[in-house]
């Protein structure tokens, strides 16, 4: 998977984004990729650590950064820590539901509303 697009620290071959640590090398495709919400695993941290080929040094200082960009407290919804993370929020949301989108034209025929056109 690409890199999330909001980049807080980037080393040789790890990188801390909005979306936990990722691999810098794309070809990868996300396989040794950590969101933020397993961050706190240590199960999961030690088993992509003893990959052949990966840099344990720069491993380690990603899951630093990342550590500290991302606390365990607000780890318990991934929304809400990637959103506090990235400064939208201060506070928790209390509910993170997206209300449904309403379309309406108000008592007017579809026929007679204006339409978009391309001009050549």
């Not at 990868?28 to 933020?36: A, F, H, N, S, T």
């Not at 080929?53 to 809400?80: K, S, Y």
């Amino acid at each position: 998977m690409a890199l999330h697009s909001d980049i807080f620290w980037v080393g040789r071959q790890w990188a801390v984004t909005g979306a936990g640590i990722q691999a810098v090398d794309q070809r990868l495709r996300g396989v040794l990729d950590i969101e933020i919400a397993r961050l706190w695993n240590d199960e999961l941290v030690q088993s992509r650590r003893a990959k052949p080929g990966v840099n344990a040094a720069d491993f380690d200082m990603a899951l630093t950064v990342a550590r500290e960009r991302f606390p365990q407290a607000a780890v318990a919804d991934p929304l809400v820590a990637q959103l506090a993370a990235l400064g939208v929020i201060e506070a928790p949301i209390v509910s993170p539901a997206v209300p449904a989108m309403k379309l309406h034209a108000e008592g007017r025929l579809a026929r007679f509303l204006p339409q978009w056109r391309i001009r050549r």
